[in-house]
């Protein structure tokens, strides 16, 4: 969610490069379950206890963001830049500060929602830029814009050879002022044919969920990341899918996103139970998934580098359950809970408060879960011959 060298310094990065920098950026445990307040107020919390190895409680990090914003703005001077010192200075890993459009740019994408024009894109060996998606309804498809055409420029910039997200950065354009309605020049080519389309950004749906089926009968659920709505997605695809057989749960390249979905993801796999604790202040907090779910049915999760936070909550407590059997790579090991705090300026700082663990009481922070099977390499052919090996529950 893809440069994930970047990820400790999210702020450094622009809005609108990928989506999976605004999700690693923030977990957002307390804000999901309401036990955080609004970044519309100034936080007050307890200075109870530190998280390992800081050098100050959560707490009093945040005020000290707070006050550094608040005297730079007496001062005349920038409280963002002030507030992203400060942040700096605590060595809090995922802390970051966000400008105020910014902010709504990632509670959009937290809703499921994106301002664009509907392009997915891939850098080919010779640096080319091929299409590899056209979003149904967006301008792009409009356009006649076609999976395979060559993306050649952006508003006049040549993309050869530059990293996907800095070519989709240039598509979604600065949070600032690429609102939906503001236009946006694109150079393509399609065999030999080369022409110039503007579009017109739209407020689009990030389809986070999707199934598939596989010749064996075995049901994917693919899930990107958990924005609102996901896990019930999650829970209709399992409703719906063959009595019987077997569901590989794709978390491959999910960079997170709200915990509840995770927890109504979980809930469609287990009867109640534990899904993670976590603590915020030193308050131990625990979620917990709806009684009802299919704890029968063959399961395995897919994983990789690139499954985070939300999504490595999800994947531990199916692992502790013994509910199902996780295959690929060591996921990325992002497992602490962020609370936001609005600065003088309308800006927002995101600062480290505690941290989740698995029902068996793993931490997942710089950790990451370790698959039951490790492979890099095929693994969705590894996943069925596992789900072919559990056999038929009935």
């Known amino acids: ?170 598509l979604r354009g600065d949070a600032e002022d690429a609102a939906a309605g503001t236009e946006v020049s694109l150079g393509l080519q399609r065999g030999t044919r080369a022409w110039s389309e503007t579009l017109r950004r739209a407020l689009l749906s990030t389809d986070s969920v999707t199934v598939s089926k596989l010749a064996d009968g075995v049901t994917v659920i693919k899930v990107d990341a958990f924005t609102k709505g996901a896990g019930d997605l999650v829970q209709a695809a399992v409703a719906q899918a063959p009595q019987g057989s077997g569901i590989a749960l794709d978390l491959r390249g999910n960079s997170g996103g709200l915990v509840t979905e995770a927890v109504t993801a979980a809930s469609a796999f287990l009867d109640g139970g534990l899904v993670a604790t976590y603590d915020v202040d030193g308050d131990q907090r625990a979620l917990h998934a709806e009684p009802g779910g299919d704890t029968t049915r063959p399961l395995v999760v897919l994983v990789d580098g690139g499954t985070m936070s939300a999504a490595e909550l999800l994947t531990g407590a199916l692992q502790d359950r013994g509910r199902a059997v996780v295959v690929g790579s060591q996921t990325f090991g992002k497992g602490s809970v962020q609370m936001p705090s609005r600065l003088p300026d309308g800006s927002v700082a995101e600062l480290t408060v505690g941290h989740y663990r698995t029902p068996s009481g793993r931490g997942v922070d710089g950790q990451g879960i370790t698959p039951d099977l490790d492979v890099d390499a095929k693994a969705m052919e590894q996943a069925e011959t596992v789900l072919s090996g559990l056999g038929d529950p009935s």
């Open 1 to 170: 969610m893809s440069g994930r060298d970047l990820f400790c310094q999210p702020r450094r990065i622009r809005r609108g490069a990928a989506l999976t920098l605004l999700f690693a950026s923030v977990f957002v445990a307390g804000a999901a379950t309401g036990s955080f307040p609004d970044p519309g107020r100034k936080t007050t919390s307890s200075p109870s206890s530190a998280s390992s190895g800081d050098r100050s409680t959560p707490a009093s990090d945040q005020e000290e963001v707070t006050e550094a914003a608040e005297k730079a703005m007496a001062d005349g001077k920038s409280p963002m830049e002030a507030a992203e010192r400060a942040v700096s200075r605590s060595g809090d890993r995922w802390g970051a500060v966000y400008s105020q459009g910014e902010y709504e740019e990632f509670e959009e994408a937290l809703d499921g929602q994106y301002t664009g024009v509907g392009l997915w894109a891939r850098r080919e060996s010779d640096g080319r830029i091929e299409v590899t998606r056209v979003q149904s309804g967006s301008p792009a498809a409009a356009a006649g814009i076609r999976k395979g055409d060559l993306l050649r420029s952006v508003d006049g910039e040549k993309v050869d050879g530059r990293p996907v997200t800095e070519v989709v950065s240039l």
